[in-house]
């Protein structure tokens, strides 16, 4: 899953979902890996899955590996967190 990630934005939320990407703000700065913990321990909260950082953890776009889930899977439970406030 591709992420569009802003941090230090004062909180975790799903701004957009897109078809190529998701954009996300944080509320941790992007120093000392603050933003890359919150960023999986959040999206780890809303998949109900393992996710890892694949590719980009030092640049506002990050590739996400899901475990266990495929990506409908994936875009499913984010649009219906979004929809619910819960993201």
Do not use: H, W
Not at 6 to 19: K, N, Y
Not at 29 to 47: D, H, P, T
């Amino acid at each position: 899953m591709r992420v569009k990630v802003q941090a230090g934005r004062g909180s975790f939320r799903i701004t957009r979902i897109e078809p190529e990407r998701v954009r996300v703000t944080l509320r941790s700065a992007a120093e000392k890996n603050r933003a890359n913990e919150e960023l999986v321990k959040e999206m780890s909260r809303l998949l109900g899955a393992d996710v890892e950082i694949r590719q980009g953890a030092t640049t506002p776009a990050r590739v996400l590996f899901v475990r266990s889930m495929n990506a409908m899977d994936v875009r499913a439970r984010l649009e219906q967190a979004l929809a619910e406030g819960r993201a």
